[in-house]
């Protein structure tokens, strides 16, 4: 049992990069499967996905330049550590996203129980981001700023960016790969809804 | 280092759902990361490395190999530990057979490299054991021997898992390729140093 003078213990340097790079190489590997699927997802790395699928662009490459406007809002809003950190955790994303298909190519996959596997482990791996106080900047940071000015509320504006993107999605891709990525898209933000928690995960 | 803020007096519980959900994205993880090093002929430590030294060695599949090697553990895990812990050991270890024997006909890899390979064995099952553990779960297996040994021979348990796994890859020197040991033991490495560095009671609290 614990007592009350107990502290949560805090997190060391080490503790966040090891934090950032099961989470970023978790997400990338993920990222990997979607794009063998053929599916997309939300957000920023929906919207590279999305541009990558049209262009024949590498993804690693369009995710890290899709971000590059986000960070000025980021730091305006958020003060420079959290874009550097942000900065890291895309560069590294993008970097593994490239890396990884030298790596490992499938044979096969199951496309429902891709989409499955793509939302727990980008779940889990923006989990341990968030947990270590990443962040993959992007969407979210433009929301908050879009709150501030307008008074829209910024779970509204990522909700509206998605279905936008969702609905793009559906004119590009067969239908059943757009309920497949859908799926996906749900089961991740399951993920962190159920799990993201400051009562439960306390060190800083 | 300490953070500014003390630890709750209780710890919040987590619900049935919430139990479900964590076993199932721990058990899912903890089972892709197992495909990984099976398509590559690894093994790793604990119950499962002796389940996949034998299936590797008997041309068995690996889901009935590891779920009859840990049914023994669940009679002595039944008298040290009680019944709802052995229950969802008995649980965790079968829906991990399951998934086992399912994921080669959803996914398979056309290329691996193995160094790619072992290293995303050790955090997917590094991770996924932490999920398991954190919602009070387990893989049943070795950890209740080394705690019965420690209670009656006054070993520690740590010690005993070690010597197990030990004896495991010393076998495994005799019966596999150098290489195919060595890319083994880097996995179980990374493996204990994801579950080293996270499994941490004031980190995360809940029960």
Request: with cysteine; aromatic share 16%.
């Amino acid at each position: 049992m614990q007592n009350e003078d107990q502290k949560a213990a805090g997190h060391s340097l080490l503790d966040d990069a090891q934090g950032y790079l099961f989470g970023t190489a978790m997400c990338a590997f993920a990222l990997v499967m979607l794009r063998t699927l053929g599916l997309v997802t939300g957000q920023t790395a929906g919207l590279a996905i999305l541009i990558s699928y049209v262009t024949g662009w590498p993804f690693g490459w369009v995710f890290f330049v899709v971000n590059l406007p986000f960070y000025w809002f980021a730091y305006r809003r958020m003060g420079r550590a959290f874009v550097m950190r942000t900065f890291v955790n895309v560069a590294l994303i993008s970097a593994f996203a490239e890396l990884f298909p030298t790596l490992v190519a499938f044979e096969r996959i199951d496309p429902l129980f891709g989409a499955v596997l793509f939302g727990l482990m980008t779940g889990a791996g923006l989990l341990a981001i968030f947990r270590h106080g990443g962040s993959l900047g992007g969407i979210g940071i433009l929301a908050l700023y879009f709150q501030d000015a307008t008074g829209v509320k910024a779970g509204y504006s990522q909700l509206a960016f998605d279905a936008v993107l969702f609905a793009i999605a559906a004119f590009i891709l067969p239908l059943p790969l757009v309920l497949y990525s859908l799926v996906g898209a749900v089961v991740v933000n399951l993920v962190i809804a159920i799990n993201h928690r400051r009562d439960r995960y306390i060190a800083m | 280092m300490p953070a500014p803020f003390p630890i709750p007096q209780n710890p919040p519980k987590h619900t049935l759902f919430e139990d479900v959900q964590g076993f199932a994205i721990g058990l899912i993880t903890t089972a892709i990361g197992l495909s990984f090093i099976t398509q590559l002929g690894f093994i790793t430590g604990q119950t499962a490395g002796l389940a996949l030294v034998i299936s590797y060695l008997s041309g068995l599949s690996f889901s009935w190999v590891f779920w009859l090697i840990n049914v023994p553990f669940y009679i002595l895990a039944w008298f040290r530990m009680g019944p709802e812990f052995t229950i969802k050991s008995a649980l965790c270890v079968t829906a991990l057979s399951l998934l086992m024997a399912y994921i080669p006909d959803w996914m398979r890899f056309e290329t691996l490299n193995p160094l790619f390979g072992i290293v995303a064995f050790g955090i997917l099952t590094g991770f996924g054991l932490l999920g398991v553990f954190r919602h009070k779960g387990s893989l049943g297996g070795l950890g209740v021997i080394a705690l019965y040994a420690q209670a009656n021979f006054g070993i520690r348990a740590g010690y005993v898992q070690i010597a197990f796994d030990a004896a495991l890859f010393a076998v495994a020197f005799f019966l596999f390729p150098l290489d195919r040991v060595l890319y083994s033991l880097l996995g179980a490495l990374i493996l204990n140093a994801v579950i080293a560095f996270n499994h941490r009671q004031d980190h995360y609290i809940a029960g």
